[in-house]
């Protein structure tokens, strides 16, 4: 992994206005509650330790998409009292993140006062990564920490342009995120297996083909599998399946057999026929699947396979549930390998790093994400570290001289 400056390189900064880039694109409900502080809670370190240290911590953020104006609902004024309450720390705020407004705020700060600038994408510049705008952001700091991995794969202004401007650091969930990744996927201990499921192989097909290249097995859950199953010519039934991507799913099997990647497909599903809770379901063979009838999870045997893999695994990567697991009982294989995963790991037998959009709910339902080495809070800068992509607001952070 290159080297990163980190909030250990950063000494003396006390009374130094650092602005820390962070993720607070939290979940709100309609009555204006956060209802999942996990990022919150993960920028609490960095923001507390810096401001320990006596600097003025001013926050930039994004919340939503704006759209490059003022949006009231998407005000980062409505998140103040959820991170207040997470920091144990009053916070301030001010409401442009450039401007007299901001400049005023910082200002009136004391040492180790916290300061929380609008929302970035209330201004264009923020996403096209405006020289000026980043000037204007640069202005108000001395030192810039980059906290948000999961805006990291956005070359925005306040992620990537500003580490152009002032001397640029990782914040504590930065470092620890890339030194999960590192051990997930940049340098692994063998064997490793990667598990993707979800709906679709069209948004993960970039990702399936970096994995069969990088790992020892590829598991194939969700949806996903149908397209990999009816590829092969079996009849899925009324199972969601792309089969316009029949020849991408064959190819990427080619591709695995090429890397010595065993690909892992179910051999047995549990199948309904409507996609609702608690619908009447059975246990078929995946060569079985009723004409009439879906896949809505993984089967018995499909289950036993997985945890096998994961059972000789020391590394496991992880995107995806195995099955539509917000509808009981078709969380069940999600479940169980979550389980499993979790059970490995505590017994210090296996590293385990999760991460993207339904990932982190789906461990949650199973109990079994605390028990994870890692599970990451990113989405979109998850899949594409998984993809090997590069990410822009990581590239900057690296150590040069
Ligand atoms: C996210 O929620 O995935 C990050 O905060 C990035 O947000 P974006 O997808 O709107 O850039
Ligand atoms: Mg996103």
Known sequence: MPAFKTLDDLTDIAAKRVLVR???????????????????????????????????????????????????????????????????????????????EAQQAIAGMKNGDILLLENTRFHKGEEKNDPGFTEALAKNGDIFVNDAFSAAHRAHASTEGLAHHLPAYAGRTMQEELEALEKGLGNPARPVVAIVGGAKVSTKIDLLQNLVKRVDALVIGGGMANTFIAAQGIDVGKSLCEHDLAD??????????????????????????????????????????????????VGPKSVAAVNDWISKASTLVWNGPLGAFEIAPFDKATVAAAKHAAEQTKAGKLTSVAGGGDTVAALNHAGAADDFSYVSTAGGAFLEWMEGKYLPGVSVLIKTA
């Open 22 to 100: 962070v993720d607070l694109n939290v979940p709100v409900a309609a009555d204006g509650k956060v209802t999942d502080a996990t990022r919150i809670e993960r920028v609490a370190p960095t923001i507390l330790e810096l401001s320990k240290k006596g600097a003025k911590v001013i926050l930039l953020a994004h919340f939503g998409r704006p759209k490059g104006e003022p949006v009231a609902d998407m005000s980062l004024s409505l998140i103040v009292s959820a991170v207040n309450q997470v920091l144990g720390h009053k916070i301030l705020f001010a409401s442009d993140c450039i401007g007299p």
């Open 248 to 297: 991408t799913a064959r190819k990427i099997m080619a591709e695995a057999e090429a890397s010595n990647c065993a690909i892992v497909l179910p051999v047995d599903g549990v199948v309904a026929r409507e996609f609702k809770a608690g619908a009447a379901n059975e246990v078929v063979d995946i060569d079985k699947i009723p004409a009439d009838a879906m896949m809505l999870d």
